[in-house]
């Protein structure tokens, strides 16, 4: 276990270099908004980060609350969502829409709801391949409203945090989303990508590891 103040990066998973890592941990330490999108290939670690710093946040903010109540302060913990995968959207909603419900809308709303919250925590995305075009224009919408939705906070001084992992580089996300999505989402994410083997590969041994130490 590597552990800076907020951040705990399990022992083999250090490949992004220790200025990136201290960058987030300050910012998670200040309570300073960021976006990330995890690019690279199945196995590198990706998820594995996002819930490293899926936790570190909700352990910041725990720790906020505390010190702020003791001041006579009442705060609340930001709107977190569960770890969300498109593959697993799509498939939820498609299913809602073929069932006997009149209101088709609400598994849009539902899963919109879901995304539309302060730490935002998306694996995966173009995981949905399988299901075509219209799981992507489905994605799509919802990756604008997530848009808009951190958009207006900002502008409220609410603060939102997103991470993003995906297999597909900028032209791959144009390709299925669109140029808007790939724009907006460019606005709101750094792109930090994962160039080292995969974890699962058997012949990823201990001993290249340590080089990327």
């Not at 609400?106 to 799981?135: I, P, W």
Request: hydrophobic share 35%; proline share 3%; charged share 30%.
């Amino acid at each position: 276990m590597v552990e800076y103040q907020w951040l705990k990066i399990p022992e083999g998973h250090v490949v992004l270099g220790d200025t990136l890592y201290r960058k987030i941990d300050t910012a998670i330490d200040t309570l300073t908004p960021f976006g990330y999108v995890f690019q690279g290939p199945c196995g590198t670690g990706k998820t594995t980060l996002q819930h490293v710093i899926r936790e570190s946040l909700k352990q910041r903010w725990a720790k906020e609350v505390q010190d702020r109540e003791m001041g006579g302060e009442i705060i609340g913990m930001p709107t977190a969502n569960e770890i969300l995968s498109p593959i697993d959207i799509w498939s939820d909603y498609r299913d809602f829409v073929s069932s006997y419900y009149s209101d088709k809308n609400e598994g849009y709303k539902r899963r919109s709801t879901q995304l539309n919250a302060q730490v935002m925590v998306l694996v995966d995305l173009g995981a949905e391949d399988k299901f075509g075009n219209a799981a992507h224009e489905y994605m799509a919408i919802l990756l604008e409203r997530y848009y808009s939705y951190v958009k207006d906070n900002s502008e409220k001084g609410i603060k939102s945090w997103c991470l993003i992992s995906t297999n597909y580089d900028a032209e791959g996300i144009e390709k299925k989303y669109g140029t808007r999505v790939l724009d907006r989402l460019s606005e709101l994410c750094k792109v930090v990508p994962f160039t080292h083997g995969s974890f699962r590969d058997e012949k990823y041994g201990e001993h290249i590891i340590e080089k990327l130490i």
